[in-house]
């Protein structure tokens, strides 16, 4: 089962422009990761923000987490053809010890020139 | 650092037929995850490893199982293969538990 939803499921913007996509999830976490991926390849990593966090910036990328209403977002600011992919929020749950990534449905991101 | 490799990257086999894929974490990393991504089910936790134990499981049937050796290396393993195990299969590793996890580019498995 989906523990996140990725909101909208596509977005086409054009170079220059800022886009957000948003995540929500159903339980408590430790943690949520943002991941992109291009055309079915492997995931890489963007951001890791844990549970006591509000925002986290890297480069282009800002990162929201709002654990009262469990959802995150991601903004990416002046976009790229290169930032076209699929991105994924994944949600690491706070229970146990071991790590267990639960992953969005995603968002597809069409960059156009 | 060199990153996660996973090998092969492609294959294709046949149904009833069983499959061992590979997955050689970062340099000092003692956890593996393994997941599935398929269009229909998205990507969808298999099992992680630690220390070659396995802590977590997903939930999948008993023929998708797994291990861990003592350098980190781990193995997954799918016995009598089902058309819907058609799947990119993606490994991840990280320092431990509720770290980042820095995934492989994956194996593409094509059951026919």
């Known amino acids: 089962s989906q523990q996140g939803e990725e909101d909208p499921q596509a977005l086409s913007i054009q170079e220059g422009e800022n886009a957000t996509m948003n995540c929500s999830y159903k339980?408590?976490?430790?943690?949520l990761q943002w991941y992109r991926q291009n055309s079915g390849r492997g995931l890489v990593h963007l951001i890791l923000?844990?549970?006591?966090?509000r925002e986290k910036h890297s480069g282009r990328l800002r990162v929201t987490l709002d654990t009262s209403k469990k959802s995150s977002s991601l903004l990416i600011t002046a976009s790229r053809a290169a930032d076209t992919a699929s991105y994924f929020c994944?949600?690491?749950?706070?229970?146990?010890?071991?790590?267990?990534?639960?992953f969005g449905t995603g968002t597809r991101l069409q960059v156009t020139l | 650092k060199a990153g996660v490799t996973q090998t092969p990257r492609y294959l294709i086999k046949t149904r009833g037929q069983q499959v061992t894929l590979s997955c050689s974490p970062i340099?000092?990393?003692?956890?593996v995850s393994w997941y599935q991504q398929t269009p229909g089910q998205g990507l969808q936790f298999l099992f992680e490893?630690?220390?070659?134990?396995?802590?977590n499981k997903g939930n999948f049937p008993g023929r998708f199982s797994g291990r861990q050796f003592s350098n980190s290396r781990s193995e997954m393993n799918v016995s009598t293969l089902e058309l819907g195990d058609s799947a990119l299969y993606l490994c991840?590793?990280?320092?431990?538990?509720?770290?980042?996890?820095?995934f492989g580019p994956g194996t593409r498995l094509l059951v026919l």
């Open positions: 340099s000092g990393h003692r956890s």
């Open positions: 991840a590793s990280s320092l431990g538990p509720f770290g980042t996890q820095y």
């Open positions: 923000i844990r549970s006591n966090e």
């Open positions: 490893y630690f220390s070659e134990t396995q802590r």
């Open positions: 994944a949600t690491d749950l706070a229970t146990g010890t071991a790590s267990k990534l639960t």
């Open positions: 339980t408590s976490i430790n943690n």
